[in-house]
């Protein structure tokens, strides 16, 4: 009995000792990946609601879109917002709080804000990009009026409104549409879109689990505002320096305006 039972402790030792060798054995990185993110697959926004008809053929660039060059527009204040797509309490890309029937003026996350504050520091004719958001407009279920009046109360001379736009499979786009505050006339128009061939290899200064470089939507955003930044240089090359100057009112031909001597009386007083 003795025997037999040491004999069973023994088998049941070596057997848990097999099973710590094996899981030893195992190599670190064999968990399973996580994978990339999927692509925005929510409503997108026509390019009619912006006010445009005709889109260019490359997904990412740019047009102007006013035939003469501006005159005293820079250096000026440029506001943006971003614009959601309607939604319920059972729609897959829910932001929290009311339902909304109709595209509306979203808020931006803190990363977004600060990379779009940072986007014109080196550009001394843009004083500042100011990031609106759902509070900004009267309701943010709004207009482009609507967001043209918000940002001239901002004191801002342009304003960029842009959303998530239509897209192939596994490929996230945006645009958008810059508008005159003054005039609400048209500008420009302003695309960006990303897909896998514009995954990023890793590196080795980003912490582990940061997929932001195989994530479409988020390389997409970021191609937007290069784009969106090479439109406002272009912008700023189109623009010249206000008339500052007027005409003398000596040089009129108004008879009031002339010295008369008369000789017969003295000149002094």
Known sequence: MRVRSGGSLSRATAGVAAVIVIVLAMPAGCHKPEPPPVAYTGETLASTVLGVKQVP???SSFILMEPARSQGRFPAAIALSRLEPPQDYFSADYKGG??????WAGDIDWEERMQ???????IPQVREMIVMDSKSPVVPETTLPDLVESARRLRASLCLVYGPSPAEPSYAGLWGIILDTQTGNQVAFVQAQAGPEDF??????R???????????YLAYRKFQEQTRQCIMALIAKDT????TQPSPWKDDDPRLKL??????ATTW
Not at 200 to 205: A, E, G, K, M, T
Not at 260 to 265: D, E, V
Request: proline residues 16%.
């Open 200 to 205: 990023q290899p890793s590196q080795p200064d």
């Open 116 to 122: 779009w504050n940072s986007l014109c520091n080196t």
């Open 98 to 103: 009311p339902t909304r029937q109709r595209w």
């Open 207 to 217: 912490r582990k689990g940061d997929l932001r470089r195989c994530d479409v939507n």
């Open 241 to 244: 320096a206000p008339i500052t």
């Open 260 to 265: 008369y001597l008369i000789p017969t009386r």
């Open 57 to 59: 053929p490359d997904p």
